[in-house]
């Protein structure tokens, strides 16, 4: 890729950034690329769709998530490791609003530029899973399409302006109901 064309990309994931945490999953390319100062032509031809773009925005953060379940699940017990994965997963979630919908569809689109990158990140979240399952430390009734869609009622809870005060909370409630032993084990994530 040319040098200018590698600069527009990147100044158009940098401002999509920006504006879909703002605006939400479903705001204006046009705002996009008026805000990154290129002509909408520019933004079409290196992201010809809304789902290119915003899984180029969101690829590397599902990307980290995978990387941080294998980190975690090599470094800590097996419920520690997945309520932090999860509690993770739940923030980059949140980062854009509106991108839980899209997260929920793309699992089960295979079409969907977004599909890898959710299914890399529910896979990750499956393997913390069984492994507490394994070690007796999670409900042994819940798989990883289970997970993920608590990940995504998670991440709703935050972008409903009268729920997202109870967010953190319901975090810990979940968390508490996904293990096995003791309670307020979600609230020890908190501090990590």
Known sequence: MRADARKNRDQLLAVAGVVVAEQGADASLRDIARRADVALPT??????????LLDALLRESFDGL???????????????????????????AREYRGVTELMAAAIEDTGSALHASCVTMRAAGTRLLARAQAAGAARADLDGTELFALVAALAWLG??????????HLFTVVADAVLTGGTDRGIGAERR
């Open 66 to 92: 995978a990387e941080r379940a294998a980190a975690l699940e090599a470094s800590d017990p097996p419920e520690d490791a997945l309520v932090t994965w999860l509690r993770d997963c739940v923030t980059v």
């Open 159 to 168: 972008d409903q302006g009268s729920f997202a005060p109870r967010a953190d």
């Open 43 to 52: 933004l079409y031809r290196h992201f010809p769709t809304r789902e290119a």
